[in-house]
């Protein structure tokens, strides 16, 4: 028992840094998605921003098909409750997605529809962006969940303040990387432009955070007795501040670390405020958490060693490939 | 409507049109290997040349199927939430692991293939061919496994309605994932092969890019037959496992509504579930069970043997297994004549064998999804054979009205990109071979 309690903390943490992982990979390329043709004053822009994540894009969204599986098979319960009960926001976002997917590959190749692929992409990565923060809101805040662990709520149960605050939040977090992103990939007035936004969106996802802290605040009180959870909060303000101050004198490279480390304190955030559970209940007898959702001892040690086996080699060569493909994004096959 | 009904629509709407691209990616990527492995040899530019054609051809069909395999990833718990409740703690593993070991590889270097040839070494990029070939497969592998688990269950308990995993290897390799990878890969192969001497052989018949068009046609060519001939004994393999796992599956597979020793193999008939009799039939006495268990008199369990409420459909399992079978032995006929073709080093000189494998394209991609009908459709009334019914996996608070408007729009959506893909893969094929670095992709793969 005392190793299957272990397992269970163990998994708890492995679904949330690849979620994380996910948001610090993906988000960039999310986030260039949608600001892609406002960034871009002409063709040539645009397509030095599509460059840049072209070759990447695909290898960051299996973090959320990972995340997905490994969910499923760690706390079966969890995946079932959410997908089944959230079913028309998240066929949003899978529709998203798969437009999303396709249309950065035919928009290339389809000259007549190009403008029809271009807004499939900016839309298909904005809903994304939008609703992931709030099926995440919702989790937190909690919704209506009966006795079967079935979701009694409908679509508007889950349009309440917190989990809208935790959307506009997580769009912003989203823009911000996609345009620290474009900055460190571009050169000239592509670039300023770049940087310009990321100045204005650290501001939005600052604002947005406080407004979110005020939420927790309101509708989870008890939330914010966890050290942790300041500790995160701390590391959000501080990675803001040295985000600006990286923005204002041209550090690219470090604009773009704090960018991502604002992901991964935001995560630390959910998690100090939501650990053990999974899905929390309108009534807290019946949150899905842990120990009443998870799979059996055996699933969950097989699973830690295929993810102990597999993951350094995946972060190994995540790594080698964007080597490959570092330097500026340019117009000749050589820029890629 | 029946939720249920409308849910194994929307599962079977989009694991179909899913299950076109990874067969195409599989063959595709082994011709792909072969072609990368001879430039490393031969070091002649021509290899490199139509292998950056092919694989021009491969990202677009790679995209597809990941974009349409999202849905799927998350099916199980949108429509099937019964399901992953009572069999997660198996069933979720291998996904998982698909994602771990094999998403991720094929991925990142798919992007190396599609834009790293100037990046790289020669011998990075060979690698780069060869892990996204290997990653194709072991994913074929973790899916398959999962598959596998639903037809012939292994290495669980049952505990308060949950089947809960005991042993890791036994629930991996049930009794039928082997044969069944074996016989998925080939028709991947024959898939991939097939669309890749179909493309030479229409530049053939164009007169145009006639030396690289005849290099694409030999190799892809050679896959083709050596294929369809391996996969007439792990068809026959698979079909023995389906018999001694299965055998209500078999029985409907061959109509077979009464138990006998010496059962016919029915070539053609119309079966009539409700007189439990197959009309218009024409047989060939005993060869069943030759077939099932290389003696002709051995007993198959007929329909009879098993209770109506746990006996699959008959007219769709049976339509599709012996409309696959009649496909993979014209698969055969072409490996064969095309054999003679290469023997005699007349290959690229036949109209009639090239017009003939270009009309054939289609095939392989039927037969692949009459197989998996088949296969699934079988496998009713159960999600789990003999565990879990379908009736019973069903999310249950997703109404009807939900997922008929999801699947209105995933039929919408998967029309829209089916028409643009096939487009623009059709114009990848005419631009042809000798497309100029300026036409090189830009943003997606």
């Known amino acids: 028992m005392e190793t299957w309690a272990l397992l269970r903390n163990v998994w708890f943490l492995l679904v949330g840094v690849l979620l994380a992982g996910y948001s610090v990979l993906d988000g960039f390329d999310l986030g260039v998605g949608v600001l892609f043709p406002f960034l871009a004053r002409d063709e040539r822009e645009k397509t030095f921003l599509v460059r840049s994540i072209g070759p990447v894009w695909d290898g960051n969204e299996v973090w959320l ?18 997908f089944s009960g959230f079913y028309l926001a998240l066929m949003l976002v899978l529709f998203s997605l798969i437009l999303r997917a396709v249309s950065l590959e035919f928009r290339t190749h389809d000259g007549a529809l190009k403008g029809l692929w271009e807004a499939a992409f900016v839309i298909g990565s904005l809903l994304p962006a939008l609703l992931f923060g709030v099926a995440l809101g919702n989790v937190v805040v909690g919704v209506p969940i009966d006795a079967q662990m079935e979701y009694a709520g409908n679509f508007f149960t889950l349009l309440r303040p917190l989990p809208l605050v935790f959307g506009l939040l997580g769009l912003a977090a989203f823009l911000l990387h996609g345009s620290a992103w474009a900055a460190l990939k571009t050169s000239g007035a592509l670039q300023e432009r770049a940087r310009r936004t990321a100045r204005k969106m650290t501001v939005l996802t600052g604002i947005f955070y406080l407004l979110s802290f005020v939420a927790v605040w309101i509708y989870l ?29 041209r550090k ?24 053990p559970n999974l899905v929390r209940a309108t009534d807290p007898a019946l949150s899905l958490t842990i120990t009443n959702s998870s799979s059996s001892a055996l699933t969950l040690k097989v699973m830690l060693i295929i993810a102990l086996v597999g993951m350094p080699l995946v972060i190994g060569y995540t790594i080698y490939a964007y080597r490959v493909f570092k330097g500026k994004a340019g117009l000749d096959e050589a820029g890629y | ?98 994602g771990v070991f094999s998403f991720f590889l094929e991925s990142v270097f798919i992007g190396i293939l599609v834009f790293g040839r100037r990046r790289v070494s020669p011998k990075m990029y ?178 009879n043997e098993f209770p109506k409420d746990e006996r699959p459909p008959v007219f769709l399992p049976f339509a599709g297994y012996h409309l ?33 494998i270009i009309l054939a394209i289609p095939l392989p991609y039927l037969a692949n999804e009459l197989g998996w009908i088949a296969a699934e459709v079988g496998r009713q009334p159960w999600a789990v054979y003999r565990v879990l019914r379908t009736a019973d996996a069903a999310s249950k608070v997703v109404p009807a009205g939900n997922i008929l408007f999801s699947l209105v729009l995933f039929a919408a959506i998967y029309t829209l990109i089916a028409a643009a893909g096939l487009s623009i893969i059709l114009k990848l094929v005419r631009r042809g071979f000798d497309e100029p670095a300026k036409a090189a992709p830009q943003g997606g793969l």
Do not use: C
């Not at chain 2, 694991?15 to 492995?37: C, D, K, M, R, W």
């Not at chain 2, 064969?336 to 000189?349: F, N, P, S």
């Open chain 1, 221 to 249: 009180p008890g939330a914010l007795k966890r050290i942790a959870a300041w500790i995160f909060a701390a590391l959000v303000w501080l990675s803001l501040g040295f985000l600006i101050s990286a923005l204002k004198r």
């Open chain 2, 324 to 356: 696959m079978i009649l496909f993979g032995l014209l698969f055969i006929a072409m490996a064969v004549w095309g054999a003679g073709l290469l023997a005699r080093k007349r290959l690229g000189e036949s109209r009639a064998y090239l017009k003939l």
């Open chain 1, 252 to 275: 690219d490279g470090r604009a773009f670390a704090f960018s991502s480390l604002i992901f991964l304190s935001l995560w630390g955030n959910i998690g100090a405020i939501h650990y």
């Open chain 2, 126 to 303: 060979w690698l780069s061919a060869f892990l996204v070939f290997f990653a194709s497969h072991l994913s074929g592998l973790w899916i398959i496994i999962a598959n596998s688990w639903m037809q012939t269950p292994a290495g669980y308990a049952m505990e308060a309605g949950r089947a809960m995993l005991t042993d890791f290897w036994q629930a991996a390799f049930n009794p039928s994932t082997v044969v069944r990878f074996v016989h998925t890969i080939l028709g991947g192969w024959i898939t991939g092969s097939l669309v890749a001497a179909g493309i030479a052989a229409w530049h053939l018949l164009k007169g145009r890019s006639r030396e690289k068009a005849a290099l694409v046609l030999r190799v892809s060519v050679i896959v083709f037959a050596v294929t369809a001939v391996l996969q007439l004994g792990s068809g026959h393999a698979h079909s023995v496992q389906v018999a001694r796992t299965q055998p209500e599956k078999m029985a409907a597979f061959e109509a077979l509504w009464q138990t006998q020793s010496g059962a016919p193999f029915t070539i053609f008939g119309i079966p009539d579930e409700k007189n439990e009799r197959t009309h218009l039939a024409v047989r060939i006495p005993r060869f069943l069970s030759f077939l099932v268990g290389f003696d002709m008199n051995t007993r198959v369990l007929g329909l």
């Open chain 1, 65 to 82: 098909l990972t995340g997905g599986g490994a969910l499923f098979a760690a706390f079966p319960h969890a995946y079932a409750t959410v």
């Open chain 2, 1 to 98: 409507m029946d939720p249920v009904f409308l849910a194994r629509l929307q599962f079977g709407l989009t694991a179909g049109f899913h299950f076109l691209f990874p067969p195409t990616t599989l063959g595709l990527s082994l011709v792909i290997l072969i072609l990368e492995s001879l430039y490393i040899r031969k070091k002649a530019g021509i290899y490199r040349d139509v292998s950056s054609f092919l694989i021009r051809i491969l990202g677009v069909v790679f995209v597809m199927g990941v974009a349409t395999g999202i849905a799927l990833e998350f099916a199980f718990g949108n429509n099937w939430s019964a399901y992953s409740r009572a069999v997660g703690d198996i069933f979720g593993a291998p996904l998982a692991a698909e």
